[in-house]
């Protein structure tokens, strides 16, 4: 089955720094890869996702990127603000019938 | 995107009785429901998939007579966990799946057995 890694498990930027979240997946069959926020006692928020037919995609501060050679693909995010603060999860999926998370990145933006 | 509700958001019951979660997709027509279990500090686990109309396919050590999944119809899916004990207590997630690709999550369960 497929395996996805993520690092780091916690990451704390500068409020206005750039934070990156890499994640690498096992599959090569998987083809759709969604990264998504948790905020504390919530259920995780769809934030953005990119196919496998597309190398990156970007949705204002927040972009993915996706290298299918490499099985790896990374979330960034630009001039953070404290509330981009959540524990974020990125997910790989073959079939769209089962999604692989990774471990989690617990992200704090220092003001 | 599409909104998942989940409910009740938190419940406290007695250690031996049974509770009962909803899951509702509610702008959408979801054929297959994913139930997760989150520990504290850690990734979801996820329990079972269930698919309207059939029966639910629990995950390796999940035990089928304690989470009792029912996915009646394409909007709903519950998960009742019977004979509730202190150990199940836990956060549990519901997310459902938009034409077989996006998922998305409902807020979660807050379960305390006591």
């Known amino acids: 089955g497929e395996n996805v890694e993520q690092h780091p498990s916690t990451l704390s930027v500068q409020e206005g720094d750039s934070a990156v979240i890499k994640c690498t997946y096992s599959d090569s069959a998987s083809n759709y890869f969604p990264w998504y926020k948790q905020e504390l006692g919530k259920g995780p928020q769809l934030i953005i996702d990119i196919r496998s037919n597309v190398g990156e995609k970007k949705d204002q501060r927040i972009a993915v990127t996706l290298n299918k050679t490499a099985k790896h693909f990374s979330l960034h995010i630009t001039e953070t603000q404290p509330e981009d603060s959540a524990v974020y999860f990125c997910?790989?999926?073959?079939?769209?019938?089962?999604?692989?998370f990774g471990t989690g990145t617990s992200l704090t933006v220092i003001p | 995107g599409a909104v998942v509700s989940q409910h009740p958001s938190r419940v406290i019951c007695k250690s031996g009785t049974s509770v009962k979660i909803e899951c509702r997709s509610l702008?959408?027509?979801?054929?297959?429901m994913f139930w997760y279990r989150q520990f504290p500090k850690q990734s979801l686990m996820l329990m079972a998939t269930s698919n309207e109309g059939s029966k639910a396919t629990y995950e390796q050590g999940v035990e089928k007579d304690k989470f009792l999944i029912n996915h009646a119809s394409l909007t709903l899916s519950t998960l009742t966990v019977t004979s509730a004990h202190p150990e199940d207590s836990s956060f549990y997630i519901c997310?459902?799946?938009?034409?077989?690709?996006?998922?998305?999550f409902g807020q979660g369960t807050r379960l305390t057995v006591v």
């Open positions: 997310s459902a799946s938009l034409q077989g690709t996006e998922a998305f």
């Open positions: 997910a790989a999926t073959p079939t769209g019938n089962q999604f692989y």
């Open positions: 702008d959408f027509q979801a054929t297959t």
